[in-house]
């Protein structure tokens, strides 16, 4: 098993720019998040999902979406990137609310 | 505004000594979990404490939950160069359902 995994590693983009980081995981997890990591901050959760088609909002949503069409896939998408968003993007799964959260390596985005 | 509040935010030690990281807050926690995030990496899960006085054992870590569940520590007995990392306390609030609530982190080095 892979666990979760994440594309791109790393991204720059310029103000203004879309993009969609994906993340997907193989072990049949009903439940999925998006977390953010500033620089000596913690971990903060920007949207989850329960299962395919449930998506909710999570702490700081404001300038992200998601979708959930599968079981296995959680991408989210930035619209209209801001030098705020630069950050470190954190992708994990869990079989149920309070099971162990496994994250996957990370997306290191950088907006200019 | 910062839930847990994790101190020290750094430490840098020598090989054999012993540490201790703490994880405080003013809020009751209906579980409380310890993670070890190493660089360019995701959270790996360590330990979750769900009760009141709970101890819990990893091999040379030692993990404590507040008796009023507002707190935790996490002690390391004779530390070694593996152990460096960035360790994170993360807690669901009672009566909070899904949400994780990260600290900023305590960053480890131990040195040879």
């Known amino acids: 098993n892979a666990g979760v995994t994440q594309t791109p590693k790393f991204r720059i983009l310029k103000i203004g720019q879309s993009m969609t980081l994906q993340c997907t995981q193989d072990?049949?997890?009903?439940?999925m998040y998006w977390y953010r990591q500033d620089p000596g901050m913690g971990l903060k959760l920007i949207y989850y999902?329960?299962?395919?088609?449930?998506?909710d909002k999570g702490e700081v949503p404001n300038g992200y979406n998601v979708s959930r069409s599968t079981t296995e896939d959680f991408p989210l998408r930035l619209e209209l990137a801001a030098p705020s968003q630069t950050s470190v993007y954190f992708c994990?799964?869990?079989?149920?609310?309070?099971?162990?959260?496994?994250f996957g390596p990370g997306t290191r985005l950088t907006v200019l | 505004t910062q839930l847990l509040e994790q101190s020290p935010q750094f430490l840098s030690i020598q090989e054999g000594e012993n540490l201790t990281v703490y994880c405080n807050s003013s809020?009751?926690?209906?579980?409380l979990q310890w993670y070890r995030q190493e660089p360019g990496e995701g959270p790996v899960l360590l330990v979750t404490?769900?009760?009141?006085?709970e101890v819990k054992k990893l091999k040379r870590l030692t993990f404590q939950f507040g008796d009023a569940r507002k707190d935790s520590s996490l002690h390391i007995t004779a530390a070694q160069p593996g152990d460096t990392g960035l360790y994170l306390c993360?807690?669901?609030?009672?009566?909070?359902?899904?949400?994780?609530?990260f600290g900023k982190g305590t960053s480890l080095l131990v040195t040879p």
């Open positions: 072990m049949n997890h009903n439940y």
């Open positions: 809020s009751v926690f209906s579980s």
């Open positions: 999902s329960v299962g395919a088609g449930i998506t």
């Open positions: 993360a807690g669901r609030l009672i009566n909070s359902g899904y949400a994780l609530n």
């Open positions: 404490v769900v009760t009141g006085g």
């Open positions: 994990a799964s869990s079989a149920g609310i309070t099971d162990t959260q496994y």
